[in-house]
């Protein structure tokens, strides 16, 4: 089955830094890969997602990148506020419908003001 | 994207008993899946509940343990049986509404095992 790692699991930013969060999957069908964030007490939250046939997607200050070839994908915040902190999970799945995903570990992400 | 409602939002229970929890959703969605999070960790797919069939189980995860019930297109209960400390996790019920983007989580259930 798919297993994706992600890395690192904590990052501490200063407030207006860029973080970068990093996963690799195993399963080369896997072709839908998601970001969540979720804050405390909260279920996750979809923040962008990139499928297999484009590289890069950006939504303000949040972007995927995708390497097919190598198997992993980054996200990027740049501009960090206080209020991006919680942990992020990356996942991948076959598709984006009647398919499962499956999740990396998490990143705890802190931006101290 | 679709919205869930998932209750109860947190519970407190004794070990030996059942809790049920109640996932709605305000549209019709083929699949929902229900997962697991142990405190500070990952999100583990417990099963995939399918309208009008049995659901289909993750390795580790049995019927007996966790019964699902999915009566119509917009509602599945998850039941955790014969409750342990061990269970004590957040549960959360996630749907792919047909034809639009992402998977969407519901806030999750917060159960505690004393």
């Known amino acids: 089955g798919e297993n994706v790692e992600q890395h690192p699991s904590t990052l501490s930013v200063q407030e207006g830094d860029s973080a970068v969060i990093k996963c690799t999957y195993s399963?080369?069908?896997?072709?839908?890969f998601p970001w969540y964030k979720q804050e405390l007490g909260k279920g996750p939250q979809l923040i962008i997602d990139?499928?297999?046939?484009?590289g890069e997607k950006k939504d303000q200050r949040i972007a995927v990148t995708l390497n097919k070839t190598a198997k992993h994908f980054s996200l990027h915040i740049t501009e960090t506020q206080p209020e991006d902190s919680a942990v992020y999970f990356c996942?991948?799945?076959?598709?984006?419908?009647?398919?499962?995903?499956?999740f990396g570990k998490g990143t705890m992400l802190l931006v101290s003001p | 994207s679709a919205v869930i409602s998932q209750k109860p939002s947190r519970d407190i229970c004794q070990r030996g008993t059942s809790l049920t929890i109640q996932c709605q959703v305000d549209?019709?969605?083929?699949?929902m899946f229900w997962y697991r999070q142990q405190p500070g960790q990952s999100l583990t797919l417990i099963a995939t509940?399918?309208?009008?069939?049995?659901?289909?189980?993750e390795s580790g995860f049995v019927i007996d343990k966790f019964p699902i019930s999915r009566p119509n297109l917009t509602f599945s209960t998850l039941t955790v049986s014969n409750m342990s400390p061990e269970d004590s996790s957040i549960y959360l019920c996630?749907?792919?509404?047909?034809?639009?983007?992402?998977?969407?989580f519901g806030s999750g259930t917060r159960l505690t095992v004393v």
């Open positions: 399963d080369s069908a896997s072709n839908y």
């Open positions: 549209s019709q969605v083929t699949m």
């Open positions: 996630s749907v792919e509404v047909s034809g639009m983007d992402g998977y969407t």
């Open positions: 990139i499928r297999s046939n484009v």
């Open positions: 509940a399918n309208q009008g069939s049995e659901a289909t189980y």
């Open positions: 996942a991948a799945a076959r598709n984006s419908g009647y398919s499962t995903l499956t």
